[in-house]
């Protein structure tokens, strides 16, 4: 699976967009991007994934450059509850895997009043 | 269902001692997976089950950890002669098998704090 890099931290006020990057330069062309946060105390919780095109979900946006080198997480109205780590993963289709997830250090993104 | 529950959601134990941890997934989600995070780290990858089979690894678990998953629904994670090393949380998670239909990531539990003293 491809290795990727993300800031340690970062900050956002409440009620702005929070965008976190993660950088994955050495991605395959089968291999998908997901993201996960841990909110303290808490197991991780899957926000999103995708491959190529853009996504959307209820709880975020998921931007994919066109070379696929990186990618960017949209927390479009961050509240005091995003506060958490946020895990950008890279792997490959999860029916040719055993299904393991190899996890970075995150960025912890911290929004503030 | 609730989602996936792990049980205790705390343990201190003394040094030598063995313990026990049990993870219920959630009912039609036939993989399983255990997972151990220490402090400032993010999770790595300990095992995973398709229903009752356990079918990886990591090189982290030692000969001391063992899981099982009997009838391929709740598992155990067991650590026998516990170290202070061992200290983490640790997580399970569970999910469907994707040759199933649309797969929405796996669903983690809370997590069981172990705190070897």
């Known amino acids: 699976d491809a290795k990727t890099t993300q800031p340690p931290s970062m900050d956002c006020a409440e009620g702005r967009a929070a965008n976190l990057p993660c950088n994955h330069s050495?991605?395959?062309?089968?291999?998908?991007v997901y993201w996960y946060r841990q909110i303290h105390s808490q197991g991780p919780q899957y926000i999103i994934h995708?491959?190529?095109n853009n996504e959307t979900n209820e709880m975020a946006s998921l931007i994919i450059t066109e070379d696929r080198k990186s990618s960017t997480l949209i927390l479009p109205h961050a509240t005091l509850r995003d506060t958490a780590v946020y895990y950008c993963i890279v792997r490959g289709p999860i029916y040719n895997q055993g299904g393991k997830l190899i996890f970075g250090q995150g960025t912890e993104l911290s929004v503030k009043p | 269902d609730t989602g996936v529950s792990q049980d205790p959601r705390h343990k201190i134990t003394k040094r030598g001692q063995n313990v026990t941890f049990r993870c219920d997934p959630i009912s039609e989600h036939n993989r399983l997976y255990w997972y151990r995070q220490t402090l400032g780290q993010g999770p790595e990858f300990l095992t995973y089950f398709q229903n009752e089979a356990q079918l990886e690894k990591s090189r982290l678990l030692s000969d001391r950890f063992s899981a099982e998953r009997p009838k391929g629904s709740f598992s155990t994670l067991e650590i026998q002669r516990t170290e202070q090393g061992d200290s983490a949380m640790y997580l399970c998670?569970?999910?469907?098998?994707?040759?199933?239909?649309?797969?929405?990531?796996?669903?983690f539990g809370s997590g069981t704090r172990l705190t070897v003293v």
């Open positions: 050495t991605i395959s062309g089968n291999e998908y």
């Open positions: 995708g491959l190529k």
């Open positions: 998670a569970s999910s469907l098998d994707p040759g199933q239909g649309a797969w929405y990531g796996y669903t």
